[in-house]
């Protein structure tokens, strides 16, 4: 029997779940002889976000709830468009490609 209570327990299954599907997608999904790296990356990529989160997170104290809900608004807006730049960069190269008749060198 645990000596944890079910709360605890269901939190951690939780957080586990998303990890191991997404690891075995990257790893499934990876070209041959880089799975490793883009596991590695995998894990880069969620220590860099929770070092974020905790990063932003002490800003609670100082700015207080109303400022710190504004500006995690704010820092969304600018992944938005910073994602939303990089994809219109990145279709905008495959277009470029296939005019100049280079369309099986973009992947």
């Known amino acids: 029997m645990s000596s944890h209570s079910p709360k605890v327990e ?6 586990e779940l998303p990890s191991r ?7 499934s999904l990876a070209p041959r002889g880089i799975g ?5 990356a995998w894990f880069l990529a969620a220590f860099f976000g929770n070092f ?3 990063f932003v997170s ?3 104290v100082i700015l207080g ?8 608004a704010g820092l969304a807006g600018v992944a938005a468009l910073g994602l939303s730049r990089g994809r219109a960069v990145r279709e905008g190269s495959v277009l470029r490609a296939k005019r ?7 992947a």
Do not use: E, K, P, Y
């Open 10 to 15: 269901l939190f951690a299954f939780n957080l």
């Open 58 to 60: 002490q800003w609670w």
């Open 36 to 40: 490793a790296t883009i596991i590695a």
């Open 21 to 27: 599907r997404g690891l075995g997608l990257f790893a």
């Open 52 to 54: 974020l989160s905790g």
């Open 100 to 106: 100049m008749g280079h369309a099986g060198d973009v």
């Open 65 to 72: 709830a109303t400022r710190f809900f504004v500006l995690l």
